[in-house]
């Protein structure tokens, strides 16, 4: 089986700036939850989608939204980006739901300028 | 909200010296799952223990589950190279059980 897979892997964006994100989850996994890395924060959670529903969210601003597709497939959106944004965004697919073993992609290493 | 935390954040070892990390949740967990990362990579999970006072081994990785499922325990004998990383422990949390990830404790291996 394929893995989890993330796009773009590197992105570079100034201020004010948005982006979206993109993971692809393993073939039947129908969980997807996004994380944020950061050295001095770890790895914090953002959301959890589920069958194409927010099941969870973490304690991030409404900048940060996402959306899960019918084939499970998953985007996030930065909006209005912050020097503080700058980060390792973590996709991770599970075949139960969000409390399950996550199967993680490479990420995607966003630089806000 | 629930905490997840870990100590050592950072051990320095000779290879071939053993290694521990603790796991310590504010909560009573109903599984904990232990992930491992590699310098410029992403977590990978290794394990998931759900009973109390569960052990269980990986060559030569020993992970335990604490009495009260509150606690866990990640024991590496004989540290190599390979092991260098950071280990991270996880539990569902909250009211919809989403996934917390521990601090982390990042394990150096001098050879």
């Known amino acids: 089986k394929a893995g989890v897979t993330q796009t773009p892997r590197y992105l570079i964006k100034t201020r004010g700036q948005q982006v979206t994100l993109s993971c692809s989850p393993i073939s039947g996994h129908r969980s997807v939850s996004w994380y944020q890395q950061t050295p001095g924060q770890g790895l914090q959670f953002l959301f959890e989608y589920f069958s194409e529903t927010q099941r969870n969210k973490g304690n991030f601003p409404g900048r940060f939204s996402g959306r899960q597709f019918s084939n499970s497939r998953s985007e996030m959106n930065v909006s209005t980006l912050e020097l503080g944004d700058s980060a390792l965004y973590l996709c991770?697919?599970?075949?139960?739901?969000?409390?399950?073993?996550?199967?993680f992609g490479d990420g995607t290493r966003l630089s806000i300028l | 909200g629930q905490q997840v935390m870990q100590i050592p954040q950072y051990q320095h070892v000779q290879e071939g010296e053993d290694f521990t990390t603790y796991c310590n949740s504010s909560t009573t967990l109903s599984n904990i799952q232990w992930y491992k990362q590699r310098p410029g990579g992403h977590p990978v999970f290794l394990i998931q223990l759900v009973k109390s006072g569960e052990v269980k081994k990986q060559k030569r990785l020993t992970f335990q589950f604490g009495e009260a499922k509150k606690n866990s325990s990640l024991h590496i004998t004989a540290t190599q190279t390979t092991d260098v990383g950071t280990y991270f422990c996880a539990g569902p949390g909250g009211a919809t059980n989403k996934l917390i990830f521990g601090t982390g404790t990042l394990l150096a291996v001098q050879p």
């Open positions: 991770a697919s599970s075949a139960g739901q969000g409390d399950q073993p996550q199967h």
